[in-house]
């Protein structure tokens, strides 16, 4: 009686196992058994490479030291190429801008012959005269404005040692002091950049009595 029992709860304490828990398992070992592989073929690799002979790995880094080369050659030969053909479209665009500098300054030369011509007449004018060079004269800094040029002349301005150079200084009762009296010389910027200066006289405010009595 007691034996009997005792199978029965023994038989009645066992868990069925599941499919997934089944298909889980299976799995797992089938991971395991790849990783064993994986291990394996690479314990076979190293092996393998630890057969080659000393004369065999030299002919390795012979071939790896001679691709290494060739791509520094070709690099530096690209490099190269880089540095003629940025120089040669440097030297184009030079001479494509004087180009067209030159293209419009053409008809002022063409004026300017014109004046000479003019002037050079038995019957010539002074106004006809000063009138054709003044509008040369126009015409040659509108040509060269174009191309980024502008004048620097700053009467009755605010002197500006960054644009201005003083080459003297002088009493006056009509520009406050600090102010520019008179321009000497024109100056010029192109596209912002300061070619030359401006020389000017710079006011030094109405005269005292002393330098009134001087003058």
Same mark, same amino acid.
């Given at each position: 009686?007691?034996?009997?029992?005792?199978?029965?709860?023994?038989?009645?304490?066992?868990? $069925?196992?599941?499919?997934?828990?089944?298909?889980?398992? %299976?799995?797992?070992?089938?991971? +395991?058994?790849?990783?064993?592989?994986?291990?394996?073929?690479?314990?076979?690799?190293?092996?393998? %490479?630890?057969?080659?002979?000393?004369?065999? +790995?030299?002919?390795?880094?012979?071939?790896?030291?001679?691709?290494?080369?060739?791509?520094?050659?070709?690099?530096?030969?690209?490099?190269?190429?880089?540095?003629?053909?940025?120089?040669?479209?440097?030297?184009?665009?030079?001479?494509?801008? %004087?180009?067209?500098?030159?293209?419009?300054?053409?008809?002022?030369?063409?004026?300017?012959?014109?004046?000479?011509? /003019?002037?050079?007449?038995?019957?010539?004018?002074?106004?006809?005269?000063?009138?054709?060079?003044?509008?040369?004269?126009? +015409?040659?800094?509108? %040509?060269?404005?174009?191309?980024?040029?502008?004048?620097?002349?700053?009467?009755?301005?605010?002197?500006?040692?960054?644009?201005?150079? /003083?080459?003297? +200084?002088?009493?006056?009762?009509?520009?406050?002091?600090?102010?520019?009296?008179?321009?000497?010389?024109?100056?010029?910027?192109?596209?912002?950049?300061?070619?030359? $200066?401006?020389?000017?006289?710079?006011?030094?405010? $109405?005269?005292?009595?002393?330098?009134?009595?001087?003058?």
């Amino acid at each position: 009686m007691n034996d009997t029992a005792s199978k029965t709860d023994s038989t009645d304490n066992e868990v $069925p196992i599941s499919a997934a828990e089944a298909e889980a398992t %299976a799995a797992a070992s089938e991971e +395991q058994a790849t990783t064993a592989t994986a291990e394996n073929e690479a314990t076979e690799a190293k092996e393998e %490479a630890k057969e080659l002979t000393l004369e065999e +790995q030299l002919d390795v880094a012979r071939q790896e030291a001679a691709s290494a080369k060739e791509a520094h050659l070709r690099s530096v030969a690209d490099l190269e190429n880089f540095r003629r053909r940025t120089a040669r479209e440097k030297d184009d665009l030079r001479a494509f801008a %004087a180009a067209n500098v030159v293209e419009e300054l053409l008809p002022v030369l063409d004026n300017l012959g014109f004046a000479l011509t /003019a002037a050079k007449a038995d019957n010539a004018e002074l106004k006809s005269l000063t009138d054709g060079v003044e509008m040369v004269s126009t +015409q040659f800094k509108s %040509a060269l404005g174009n191309h980024g040029l502008k004048e620097i002349n700053p009467v009755a301005e605010a002197f500006d040692p960054n644009v201005h150079e /003083a080459m003297s +200084q002088e009493a006056s009762d009509e520009v406050e002091e600090g102010k520019v009296v008179r321009v000497i010389r024109v100056g010029y910027k192109l596209n912002g950049r300061l070619l030359r $200066p401006a020389s000017v006289i710079v006011s030094g405010g $109405p005269a005292t009595a002393d330098e009134a009595k001087k003058g």
